[in-house]
């Protein structure tokens, strides 16, 4: 049932050129909040004070994030209060903190672009949540990395109530990328496999279970580290059918793999350089390369033969362009067919550590270091 969906649901992203840097306005962030001159003073005139991790410049993260005390505006008709419950620290929150994300927002600016929050108040002419209710955001740069905020209610989507409050607050970003990996770009069947780097990335978790619910085949390279038996153990415990290092990948010996197992159809690349010359090179014929992230700080790099005696396909996907291609309510949909998957017990949470938000250094540092492949949540 859930391959034959996976079939009908099928959309073809065209071609589009590589997107420029440039800067949202932070429309309902920017509006919401106005900073005051000391984290630890009181918010004036009665306003709500609320702690919020700042950034007013470019940089390292460590050294340029400030927890401040920021005011928020009162509630409009269209608008939204609600109270944070738990933000992760996502790679892309890194690159836009260093300015070298696509979208860079207005500054200073609170870092952040996911989260679950709980809806306080609403405006008087909103319709879709309730107080109580639990929400996502549906667009970028809202700040989530803040206790609380007032956001309108077009940005934000209502997610089911019996979702855990870490699957809940990791579900926007890599789950959406990975399952719109799986479904948009080749027709993939029961007993087809998919071939990965990073997977032991928060996309790369998603992959494997969203796959094995599928009934996928998956092959997996991380890369080499000490306490690699431990991650071996965990992605299988995912749903990893093969677990392979880089340097496992290079070997002579893969071609004996490969007498016996599906060559992949699909491959996605999070790393570029070598590693995803390594993923075409075990692709099938007429295969799909997409890249969804570069690591490595390295270009991709295709042979020739790849292109004439393979005919390979080399595509690129973000979820940011996927979002303003679709629309809500495309968005909507997926995310309440992720719920399902959570709700069967075949999606959770990446491995996570809870951080509170006034320790976010250590968040920050954490997410930052290699072979470390526990997601940071920061937590309100």
């Known amino acids: 049932m859930w391959a034959l969906r996976l079939v009908q649901t099928q959309l073809r992203p065209r071609p589009r050129p590589r997107p420029r840097l440039r800067r949202w306005p932070l429309r309902d962030a920017a509006s919401s909040f106005s900073f005051s001159s000391s984290s630890s003073r009181p918010a004036a005139g009665g306003a709500v004070g609320v702690q919020a991790l700042v950034f007013a410049q470019h940089g390292e993260p460590v050294k340029v994030v400030e927890l401040k005390t920021l005011e928020v ?45 709980q809806v306080l108040e609403v405006g008087s002419e909103v319709t879709r949540v309730k107080p ?55 027709q993939l069947r029961p007993g087809d496999s998919i071939i990965q780097n990073a997977a032991n990335s928060g996309v790369g978790q998603a992959v494997i279970q969203i796959a094995a619910a599928l009934g996928l085949r998956t092959i997996n390279v991380v890369r080499d580290r000490p306490d690699l038996q431990k991650l071996t153990d965990r992605l299988k415990g995912l749903g990893a059918e093969h677990i392979f290092t880089e340097e496992a990948m290079r070997r002579p010996e893969m071609k004996d793999f490969f007498k016996n197992f599906p060559r992949p159809r699909l491959a996605f690349n999070c790393v570029g350089g070598k590693s995803s010359t390594e993923l075409m090179r075990h692709l099938g014929h007429g295969g799909t390369m997409v890249t969804y992230g570069g690591m490595a700080k390295q270009p991709v790099t295709a042979s020739v033969s790849s292109f004439i005696f393979k005919d390979l396909k080399l ?5 940011t362009q996927w979002k303003k291609d679709q629309g809500p309510d495309q968005f909507k949909e997926m995310i309440l067919t992720l719920c399902d998957f959570i709700r069967r017990g075949q999606l959770t949470e990446p491995s996570c550590s809870e951080v509170p938000l006034q320790d976010y250094q250590a968040a920050l540092e954490a997410s930052m270091k290699p072979f470390v492949s526990s997601k940071q949540i920061l937590t309100m």
């Open 73 to 117: 505006r009162p509630l409009d008709t269209s608008d939204v209060r609600i109270k944070m419950l738990a933000a992760p620290v996502n790679p892309a929150d890194i690159n836009v903190i260093q300015g070298t994300y696509a979208l860079l927002p207005k500054l200073p600016a609170v870092g952040g672009n996911e989260g679950v929050g």
């Open 315 to 319: 595509r690129g996907f973000w979820l």
């Open 132 to 186: 109580g209710d639990l929400v996502i955001p549906a667009d970028v740069g809202l700040g989530t990395w803040q206790t609380e905020a007032v956001m309108s209610e077009k940005s934000l989507i209502s997610i089911p109530s019996d979702i855990p409050l870490l699957c809940a607050a990791t579900l926007g970003v890599n789950p959406c990328t990975a399952y719109r990996m799986l479904s948009d770009f080749e």
